[in-house]
């Protein structure tokens, strides 16, 4: 049998059977927790892990979570050997085996931008908790990569997020519309494109967030600078938002009324928002489900505009999805929806 065990020391040893002491915490101490849970994994003081958590503790379905920013004192041990995933959790001095999870949500952070690694950065052993905090993460995202259990979402899923242009074919293949694009560092093709289309706009072609604005007479002339950075245009479409957020096989859908062009900044620009929740065609419902599966993310947000005319173009799918800011407007229950999706209920 060949093995190999992670800790969140950052060590891989081969055939090492030796569980790391949990910091603070004598090992004679730890108490093995049985029964079947979920694991919320992040950083409590988010949204959608509160939210998650408050909706497992209403439920009743058992519930661990996994504090991001305790990585210096919480441990994590994963084992695989012929093809089999074992290990345990240490979280406040109580063990977890890892086949006690029905199902993870996996909301974290990049590791180096933990608040703690700031200030640690100046400590005399910040280097050895930096390595530590990002082992940590390693260890957590290689586990949910490999475990048979319910994931929102596996890493690797995210990933089709990252190339913008490529997720707009998957999202035609599910049988959407979506807007014509072009992805273009020469200002003349831009030209060329507003010409055809009049009103255009343009963001990021990555995962990186930015704001959706009109090409206008400003952004027009510093058309210049794309020169140096390929920038996604696409034509614009006249209609209303609607925000479809999928978590297993339920569907949840809101209508936004705004006047911004990007509702999610219209503070800056002065302007107000609105929600309301929205029954979404049952064919669109299920090109929605069809979608999230396709693309691997049990838990996604989908953004549409509905034109005049009842056709609904999809502009992108959103693998970690901030679905709490939708809820607290809606009262949509989609952290309900989430935490039975992770307890194999739905």
Not at 21 to 46: D, F, N, V
Request: hydrophobic residues 40%; aromatic residues 8%; glycine residues 8%.
């Amino acid at each position: 049998m060949v093995g190999v065990r992670r800790r969140a020391d950052g060590g891989a040893r081969r055939g090492d059977r030796r569980a790391a002491p949990a910091h603070g915490t004598p090992a004679g101490t730890r108490r093995r927790r049985s029964g079947r849970m979920i694991l919320l994994a992040g950083i409590p003081s988010e949204p959608p892990v509160a939210m998650a958590l408050a909706s497992a503790e209403a439920l009743g379905i058992p519930c661990v979570l996994l504090n991001q920013r305790s990585f210096a004192h919480d441990e994590m041990e994963l084992d695989y050997a012929d093809g089999t995933c074992t290990g345990a959790m240490t979280i406040g001095g109580q063990v977890y085996p890892l086949e006690r999870f029905r199902g993870i949500y996996l909301r974290t952070t990049d590791a180096s931008t933990l608040p703690e690694l700031s200030r640690m950065g100046r400590a005399w052993d910040g280097a050895a908790l930096a390595a530590r905090a990002h082992a940590w993460s390693e260890i957590l995202v290689q586990w949910t990569e490999i475990a048979p259990q319910r994931v929102a979402n596996r890493l690797s899923a995210t990933l089709s997020n990252y190339s913008k242009p490529f997720q707009l074919q998957v999202i035609r293949r599910a049988g959407f519309a979506v807007p014509e694009t072009i992805v273009t560092s020469e200002p003349a093709c831009v030209h060329a494109f507003r010409a055809r289309h009049g009103r255009v706009i343009y963001k990021s072609t990555s995962a990186v967030r930015s704001i959706v604005r009109v090409l206008d007479d400003a952004a027009l002339a510093q058309l210049e600078s794309i020169r140096a950075l390929p920038t996604q245009f696409q034509q614009f479409i006249d209609g209303e938002n609607i925000r479809v957020h999928v978590v297993g096989d339920s569907v949840f859908a809101v209508r936004i009324i705004s006047d911004a062009v990007d509702y999610r900044y219209a503070g800056r620009d002065g302007l107000d928002v609105d929600m309301v929740p929205f029954a979404l065609p049952a064919r669109e419902s299920d090109r929605c489900r069809a979608l999230s599966r396709e693309l691997a993310l049990p838990l996604c947000g989908i953004d549409f505009k509905r034109t005049p005319g009842g056709e609904y173009v999809c502009f992108e799918v959103n693998p970690s999805p901030a679905y709490s800011y939708y809820q607290e407007q809606t009262d949509l229950p989609m952290s309900d929806a989430l935490v039975r999706y992770l307890d194999a209920q739905a």
